[in-house]
């Protein structure tokens, strides 16, 4: 899946030192829930253990070819919500220096587009922290709606004492 500026491929455990200098940002990870990645094998850890599945993505910016971030979809039995089976939760996160740009946008909605297409999920839910707006901003330019309401998520490694905010998307009919 890919646009013009990025692309979505499976993660490799050479992008761990990429990753590494992007995720030990410490305005990066606690935003999404998880604490700054404290070196380059935690990094790779989290590639094989994580990230190395069919419903995650590193965003490559194609002008680097570096993972930028990452996007895709828990399946209910392994979201942060309680969800139907037929459903699925989305996240993302994005390096600091790409924040503004709308790269969150589009790589959500290449998530978006798989998830209903290729999966055929009903419903596709988001959270992020309250304190986050810029993160349900990219949902709500993909469509999400608000629920208006708030749960905690005890399973977080960062923020499981704090609300997120629920949005939910339903597919075009």
């Known amino acids: 899946m ?5 692309l979505l ?8 030192e ?3 200098k992007y995720a030990s940002d410490p305005e990066v990870g606690p935003r999404a829930g998880w604490p700054p990645h404290k070196s380059v094998e935690e990094s ?3 590639i094989r253990n994580i990230f190395s599945t069919e419903s995650m993505w590193a965003v490559e910016w194609k002008e680097t070819q570096e993972a930028i971030g990452c996007v895709g979809y828990l399946p209910a039995s392994h979201s942060n919500l309680d969800i139907d089976d037929d459903q699925a939760e989305v996240g993302y996160w994005i390096a600091r220096p790409f924040w503004g740009r709308g790269i969150c946008t589009e790589a959500l909605r290449m998530v978006i587009d798989y998830c209903f297409a ?5 419903v596709l839910w988001g959270d992020f922290f309250p304190d986050n707006p810029a993160s349900g901003k990219v949902m ?5 709606v608000d629920t208006g309401r708030e749960v905690l998520c005890p399973n977080l490694e960062v923020g499981y004492d704090r609300p997120v905010r629920i949005l939910r998307l339903e597919p075009a009919r």
Do not use: N, Q, V, Y
Request: net charge negative.
């Open 2 to 6: 890919e646009t013009e500026r990025i």
């Open 9 to 16: 491929r499976p993660w490799r455990e050479s992008d761990a």
């Open 18 to 20: 990429t990753l590494f």
């Open 44 to 46: 790779r850890e989290i």
């Open 118 to 122: 290729e999966k055929e999920f009903s």
């Open 140 to 144: 709500e330019k993909c469509g999400f």
